[in-house]
């Protein structure tokens, strides 16, 4: 999910989200899932978390990318 603090990241994430999703469409991709929400109480993870693949360059990441772009608001 993407967690905002405030109304102005509330607005920007959601404006970020139906930009990319226009772009995403056209690309013949489908919906956006990731949900916007007021971010809860933050707690940080153990220091053997941070920085994973800064730690690990071999270290498995499941992401990968559409190769779609849009332009940032604002």
């Known amino acids: ?3 905002t603090y405030g109304d102005a990241q509330q607005q920007a994430a959601e404006a970020s989200r139906d930009d990319y999703r226009k772009a995403l469409s056209a690309a013949g991709y489908g919906d956006i899932g990731t949900e916007i929400l007021p971010a809860p109480e ?17 270290g498995y990441c499941g992401h990968g990318g559409t190769g779609v772009r ?4 604002g």
């Open 1 to 3: 999910g993407i967690y």
């Open 42 to 58: 933050f707690y940080y993870a153990e220091d053997y978390h941070q920085q994973y693949l800064a730690k690990n360059p071999s």
């Open 70 to 73: 849009c332009a940032l608001p």
